[in-house]
C-alpha cells in the first residue's frame, strides 16, 4: 500500500482499524460495533456543535473581524459588495429609498477612489459595517420569487 501526502493521513487510521480486526478475528463484531458507534455520535448534529461549536465560533469570530475591518479600510457596508449580478439583489437595489441610493452610491465612489489612491479612510472614523439596508428588500425578493415558482408549478 503506497500511501504519500495528505492520503497518508486517511488511509493510516484505516490501515490500523482493518490490521486490528484481522489479527484478532473473533472481535471483529465488537470492534466494529464500537467503530460504527462512533461514527454514529460524530454524524448526530447536537454532538457535532458541542464538538466543533468552540473551534467554529472563534473561526467564524475571527473572520468576521477580518471583513469588517476590510469593510472599514473602505468605509463600506457588507451590503454594498454583495453579488449584483444575482437576480435578487438586482431587485433589491432598484427597490432602494433614493436615500439609502445616494448614501450607496457615494459609499461605492468613495472606495474607488480610495483603492485607485492605495489609501484608506482616516482613523476613526470606523462606520457599521454589518448595519443591513438592503437585507429586508432582499428578503421581500426572494419570497415573491418563491411564490411565483409554486403558483407557477401547477
Not at 103 to 125: H, N, T, V, W
Not at 126 to 136: A, Q, R
Request: hydrophobic share 40%; with cysteine; proline share 4%.
Amino acid at each position: 500500500l503506497l500511501c504519500t501526502g495528505a492520503h497518508r493521513a486517511f488511509f493510516f487510521p484505516l490501515l490500523v482499524v482493518v490490521v486490528v480486526v484481522v489479527a484478532h478475528g473473533h472481535e471483529q463484531s465488537t470492534m466494529q460495533r464500537a467503530l460504527l458507534q462512533q461514527r454514529a455520535v460524530l454524524r448526530a448534529p447536537a454532538a457535532r456543535r458541542a464538538f466543533f461549536g468552540g473551534i467554529y465560533d472563534s473561526i467564524a469570530s475571527s473572520y468576521k473581524a477580518s471583513v469588517a475591518e476590510s469593510l472599514n479600510k473602505y468605509g463600506l457596508k457588507y451590503d454594498d459588495v454583495l453579488n449584483e449580478a444575482l437576480p435578487s439583489v438586482q431587485e433589491a437595489v432598484a427597490r432602494l429609498d433614493p436615500e439609502e441610493k445616494i448614501a450607496r452610491d457615494r459609499r461605492m465612489k468613495r472606495a474607488i477612489d480610495l483603492s485607485f489612491k492605495k489609501k484608506g479612510m482616516p482613523e476613526g472614523s470606523d462606520g457599521k459595517p454589518f448595519e443591513n439596508y438592503l437585507y429586508d428588500h432582499q428578503q421581500k425578493v426572494q419570497e415573491e420569487q418563491d411564490e411565483r415558482e409554486i403558483l407557477n408549478r401547477y
